[in-house]
């Protein structure tokens, strides 16, 4: 059991904190809440104590015998602090100690994460966009916002993004260091795709496979969160866009084909995570196929989808780098990493990154583990944890190769 620090400073959006509390929780993590004294106009503490379990006060007056205002700082594992407004990013760049969550961030030995969210004019001012420089520079985490509604009319870059982006972001700081998520993707234009495609058979049903896009989401969220600009183009996935992801939804192998090599013109990585169906049905019924009936086939032809992976290596430009994703599972000819260097050879990438699947692992699921094998030879294994953590793992070997 982990010992969190949500920090929640006063922003309409204090109210998804309240979220963020019940998904530490609920992962087994002891949380303290410490809000702002303006945060408690949006929640009250009430709301706080009830779903950590924890006191709640704001001021460094309270327990004072227990000098809370150093010991909350000091045995925290990690500190969260979601909304984290332009007033508290400048009292947190600026060292101020002027309540007790400033102050706890002041004693704080583990990683931080600041979530922003604040109007858009707010976030793209010079003075906040220096105060996050300053926070980073210090080894600070501070992730990007999220895109799209805002208080009131407005709508840009400043919405707090999702608890469950947070949660799952925070956890891959807990389990592999702040590290994790360094800011080495930033300047980056990464394209990543996720999830299954479907080849129609008639109106109703399909070809398709079992992939959920759970580990393309994480990949994508990862590499925002560490500077990338992101486009996810997503086959059937039915899961709330990452924050700070654009993304372009297709359903079919040809829909996902034209739209992974028209964004990744001009993109310094592209990450094939999707399952591509290999086959589609020759033709497509107008009518739904009945049993009985006099359109009941006796067969169902299927002719090949195109390669996306291999077109994508003959047609990249001068210096990206291509990752395919290989689900492969061992048989009487091969075990599952003699199949996955057979497909490296075959398609040319520059990565791979090679998923055991056999007796329905990864599908579907919250963990995975994977081994990253590359064109030169290098293996790398990385060991089973949330989705997250993989996504952390195959940035690295990533990011080592763009640097």
Same mark, same amino acid.
């Given at each position: 059991?982990?010992?969190?620090?949500?920090?929640?400073?006063?922003?309409?959006?204090?109210?998804?904190?309240?979220?963020?509390?019940?998904?530490?929780?609920?992962?087994?993590?002891?949380?303290?809440?410490?809000?702002?004294?303006?945060?408690?106009?949006?929640?009250?503490?009430?709301?706080?104590?009830?779903?950590?379990?924890?006191?709640?006060?704001?001021?460094?007056?309270?327990?004072?015998?227990?000098?809370?205002?150093?010991?909350?700082?000091?045995? /925290?594992?990690?500190? +969260? =602090?979601?909304? @984290?407004?332009?007033?508290? *990013? &400048?009292?947190?760049? #600026? $060292? !101020?100690?002027?309540?007790?969550?400033?102050?706890?961030?002041?004693?704080?030995?583990?990683?931080?994460?600041?979530?922003?969210?604040?109007?858009?004019?707010?976030?793209?001012?010079?003075?906040?966009?220096?105060?996050?420089?300053?926070?980073?520079?210090?080894?600070?985490?501070?992730?990007?916002?999220?895109?799209?509604?805002?208080?009131?009319?407005?709508?840009?870059?400043?919405?707090?993004?999702?608890?469950?982006?947070?949660? /799952?972001?925070?956890? +891959? =700081?807990?389990? @592999?260091?702040?590290?994790? *998520? &360094?800011?080495?993707? #930033? $300047? !980056?234009?990464?394209?990543?795709?996720?999830?299954?495609?479907?080849?129609?058979?008639?109106?109703?049903?399909?070809?398709?496979?079992?992939?959920?896009?759970?580990?393309?989401?994480?990949?994508?969220?990862?590499?925002?969160?560490?500077?990338?600009?992101?486009?996810?183009?997503?086959?059937?996935?039915?899961?709330?866009?990452?924050?700070?992801?654009?993304?372009?939804?297709?359903?079919?192998?040809?829909?996902?084909?034209?739209?992974?090599?028209?964004?990744?013109?001009?993109?310094?990585?592209?990450?094939?995570? &999707?399952?591509?169906?290999?086959? !589609?049905?020759?033709?497509?019924?107008?009518?739904?196929?009945?049993?009985?009936?006099?359109?009941?086939?006796?067969?169902?032809?299927?002719?090949?989808?195109?390669?996306?992976?291999?077109?994508?290596?003959?047609?990249?430009?001068?210096?990206?780098?291509?990752?395919?994703?290989?689900?492969?599972?061992?048989?009487?000819?091969?075990?599952?990493?003699?199949?996955?260097?057979?497909?490296?050879?075959?398609?040319?990438?520059?990565?791979?990154?090679?998923?055991?699947?056999?007796?329905?692992?990864?599908?579907?699921? &919250?963990?995975?583990?994977?081994v990253v094998l590359a064109a030169d030879g290098a293996v790398t294994e990385l060991p089973e944890g949330s989705k997250d953590a993989v996504a952390a793992g195959i940035w690295d070997v990533v990011a080592a190769r763009l640097a």
């Open positions: 059991m982990s010992r969190i620090v949500l920090g929640v400073a006063g922003g309409v959006a204090a109210y998804k904190a309240a979220l963020l509390v019940r998904a530490f929780t609920e992962a087994g993590h002891d949380v303290r809440v410490v809000p702002t004294p303006a945060a408690l106009h949006f929640v009250g503490a009430a709301t706080f104590e009830a779903l950590s379990g924890n006191p709640v006060t704001t001021d460094v007056w309270s327990d004072v015998d227990e000098v809370a205002h150093v010991r909350i700082g000091q045995t /925290a594992d990690l500190v +969260v =602090v979601a909304p @984290a407004t332009a007033d508290l *990013l &400048a009292r947190a760049a #600026a $060292g !101020r100690a002027d309540d007790l969550l400033a102050a706890s961030l002041l004693t704080a030995h583990c990683p931080v994460v600041f979530a922003p969210a604040m109007h858009t004019e707010m976030w793209l001012h010079p003075a906040t966009q220096d105060n996050v420089a300053m926070l980073r520079r210090r080894g600070a985490i501070v992730l990007p916002p999220a895109v799209g509604r805002l208080t009131g009319p407005d709508s840009g870059p400043g919405r707090l993004p999702e608890p469950a982006d947070i949660a /799952a972001l925070a956890s +891959v =700081v807990l389990t @592999a260091g702040p590290a994790a *998520l &360094a800011p080495d993707l #930033a $300047g !980056r234009r990464v394209v990543v795709s996720a999830g299954g495609t479907r080849e129609p058979l008639d109106p109703v049903r399909y070809l398709g496979n079992r992939s959920s896009g759970k580990q393309g989401w994480a990949l994508a969220r990862v590499a925002a969160a560490r500077g990338a600009e992101v486009v996810l183009v997503a086959a059937n996935v039915e899961l709330p866009a990452p924050f700070g992801v654009r993304v372009v939804g297709v359903g079919t192998a040809e829909e996902l084909r034209t739209a992974v090599l028209a964004e990744s013109a001009d993109a310094d990585v592209v990450v094939m995570a &999707a399952a591509v169906a290999d086959f !589609r049905p020759a033709s497509v019924a107008a009518a739904k196929l009945k049993k009985g009936s006099a359109g009941e086939p006796d067969a169902v032809p299927l002719v090949r989808n195109p390669d996306v992976l291999a077109e994508l290596v003959t047609k990249r430009p001068t210096g990206q780098l291509v990752v395919g994703f290989a689900a492969e599972t061992g048989d009487d000819d091969a075990d599952v990493l003699t199949h996955a260097r057979a497909k490296l050879a075959r398609k040319g990438c520059d990565l791979l990154v090679v998923n055991d699947v056999s007796g329905g692992r990864v599908f579907g699921r &919250a963990e995975n583990a994977a």
